[in-house]
């Protein structure tokens, strides 16, 4: 049902698991969403009632669908059967004025885009795979046919990043990504290929949760791209080795961010007293989540309130990177194996307590100090890869110490400091 509200209204589902929940959100977020979908009950309690009385009594102005009946605000809510979900669509999309026009619009597309890399190493997909040309899509292979390493390459050097499967193909192709990800990610032992291969997983794993969110194969692929990223940390690579092999390749630059951000704060962690394995782990697992739902280049480059204001972003863009830090913990609501504590730095990781917009005090020290750890690491990597000309990391150093002067903001930029000889030859 969630996925067909979405697909149908052009809305986005934010689930809360009772009705303490969804007013605790509301008061916390002071967020007024269009429209409220509610059980009668919820375990023993009238789900329906809490959440109407509060609606009414903070004069929200929010139309409420009850799934089922509730003979005490009958006439006051919208009462669909809960099993009639096209219904619950239909009124969900009227109550939220989406027209019927919009409806058809917003249909599903046929085809489901993923990145070419992926298929690196691999001979058949086992399904149809498509090449976009001009406005339509043509077949590339079928089913049944082969492709080779060198027929990949030739794509990518013609510009093709993008290859299409049959959007009704699409549980069948993360079953088998994420299956062929896993055994990819575990062998590879050359810290480049992997560092590639991790990057194409990234980007593979990015497109995939923004279409079905989180599902048993989303969260077995994501758990691979961390795996692998947690072995390149390991492996104590130096920035500028890095730093050449990111920039060869052209990979996206929420993955150099999120790749580069993974090393640098884990090995600051290295250099504070309470850093542990424990600690380093939700830093990755941060790392790979925090920019999620904005990997697209032209969104991952913003990083202010200013960049923000003044980018040419379309108001839903904007709207967009502004909750990128919110919508990545809404999106892990449903991922059963978040490590404690891991939620909290990628909301916080602009440094805005509640995830939602940009900071105007850079030392604001409402936030974690894990958060702290990673926010000063994020902010060193961002300096190094936007750049035009060679990075100078000892530069950048100099920069962040003299940023980060106060608390646990500067002890995180101490620990940076200390890191660097390990980074940095
Ligand atoms: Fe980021
Ligand atoms: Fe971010």
């Not at 150099?256 to 504070?272: E, F, G, R, W």
């Not at 690491?377 to 150093?397: C, I, M, N, S």
Request: glycine share 4%; proline share 4%; hydrophobic share 40%.
């Amino acid at each position: 049902m969630v996925q067909n509200l979405e697909v149908y209204t052009g809305s986005k589902v934010i689930i809360k698991r009772d009705a303490d929940e969804l007013i605790d959100f509301l008061k916390r977020d002071d967020f007024v969403p269009d429209l409220i979908i509610s059980e009668n009950m919820a375990g023993d309690e009238y789900t329906i009632l809490k959440v109407y009385y509060f609606v009414n009594s903070q004069k929200l102005d929010v139309p409420v669908i009850l799934l089922g009946e509730n003979p005490k605000i009958k006439g006051k809510v919208e009462e669909v059967s809960r099993t009639d979900w096209q219904q619950v669509i239909k009124k969900a999309a009227a109550l939220m004025t989406v027209t019927a026009e919009q409806m058809i619009e917003l249909n599903v597309p046929e085809y489901y885009p993923f990145p070419t890399g992926i298929l690196r190493g691999s001979q058949e997909l086992g399904l149809s795979v498509f090449k976009k040309q001009n406005e339509s899509y043509k077949v590339w292979r079928d089913e049944n046919s082969k492709f080779n390493e060198e027929e990949i390459e030739e794509l990518l050097l013609d510009g093709i990043d993008f290859l299409y499967i049959l959007n009704t193909d699409r549980l069948e192709f993360a079953k088998s990504v994420s299956a062929r990800l896993e055994q990819l990610l575990t062998n590879e032992k050359d810290t480049k290929n992997l560092v590639g291969l991790t990057g194409e997983s990234f980007n593979t794993v990015a497109t995939l949760l923004s279409s079905m969110g989180i599902t048993e194969s989303t969260i077995k692929a994501s758990q691979a791209t961390i795996n692998a990223i947690e072995k390149i940390a390991n492996s104590s690579p130096k920035l500028e080795d890095l730093l050449s092999i990111l920039l060869k390749n052209p990979s996206s630059i929420a993955w150099k961010h999120c790749l580069m951000t993974a090393v640098v704060s884990q090995a600051m962690l290295d250099n504070v007293d309470w850093g542990t394995n424990e600690q380093k782990a939700k830093l990755v697992f941060a790392a790979f989540f925090h920019d999620i739902c904005i990997p697209q280049d032209h969104l991952a480059t913003i990083h202010t309130g200013g960049e923000l204001f003044e980018s040419d972003l379309k108001k839903e863009e904007k709207v967009r990177v502004e909750k990128h830090a919110f919508s990545a913990c809404e999106l892990l609501q449903n991922h059963p194996d978040v490590p404690y504590g891991a939620e909290n730095i990628i909301l916080q990781h602009h440094g805005v307590p509640n995830g939602i917009g940009f900071p105007e005090d850079h030392l604001d020290n409402r936030i974690t100090p894990l958060a702290i750890i990673f926010r000063v690491a994020e902010d060193y990597v961002h300096q190094l890869l936007d750049r035009d000309e060679k990075p100078d990391p000892f530069f950048v150093l100099k920069g962040i110490l003299q940023r980060y002067t106060k608390g646990e903001y500067l002890k995180a930029a101490e620990a940076l400091k200390a890191a660097h000889p390990k980074l940095v030859d």
